[in-house]
């Protein structure tokens, strides 16, 4: 099955501000940009549309035609707790150093850890697996979009924030119907 994953557009956040599960509006760019990702999918053909029930996402998959596309919680970018809208340099827990240490397992700000984002993600996938889908369109974040190239077996968890997702980039990924992945 393939698997296209569209991040979401630029948003209305101050650079350097954690904003992950937090439900953010779309830059004053959104339609230019909402343009061309419509363009680079324009003749695709989706056997089904999911989308991460944030409004950058929900948005973006609606200017590109999907008024049908579906809502998964388990799309959502890693929910950073209590250091949401925090600029990162303004964060004062002892936590965050060990955090930067092993973003893996630390959960953020009590928040969730990457793993909890990696296991939900591959709970999604391996579900998707079981539908007899051979394309499908995930409008994203670049949290996601990193889990599912993991679960692809295209990237290394601990390299996972070596590779740069931009606003409004498309990822294209194989899913084999092999059996569940475990994390």
């Known amino acids: 099955m ?3 994953l569209i991040r979401h557009t630029s948003v209305a956040v101050e650079p350097g501000v954690v904003y992950g599960f937090t439900d953010v509006d ?19 053909i989706f056997d089904a549309v999911y989308h991460s029930p944030l409004a950058r996402c929900r948005k973006l998959a609606m200017a590109c035609g999907f008024q049908n596309s579906v809502p998964d919680a388990r799309l959502k970018e ?8 925090q600029r990162w340099e303004a964060i004062e827990d002892p936590v965050l150093e060990q955090w930067y240490h ?19 993600v591959a709970q999604f996938l391996d579900e998707l697996k079981k539908q007899s889908f051979r394309h499908v ?3 994203v974040h ?9 679960y692809a077996g295209q990237l290394a968890v601990e390299n996972a ?4 997702i931009p606003y409004g980039s498309r990822t294209d990924i194989e899913l084999k119907a092999e059996k569940d992945s475990s994390f």
């Open 2 to 4: 393939k698997i296209t």
């Open 26 to 44: 779309t830059a004053p760019t959104f339609p230019e940009e909402a343009a061309r990702v419509a363009q680079s999918i324009e003749g695709e």
């Open 78 to 85: 890693m929910n950073f707790g209590r250091w949401e809208m």
């Open 102 to 120: 092993d973003w893996v397992n630390i959960p953020a700000g009590d928040g969730e850890s990457f793993r909890d984002q990696l296991h939900r």
């Open 137 to 139: 369109c995930l409008f």
């Open 142 to 150: 670049g949290g996601v979009v990193r889990c599912a190239l993991i």
């Open 161 to 164: 924030f070596s590779v740069d």
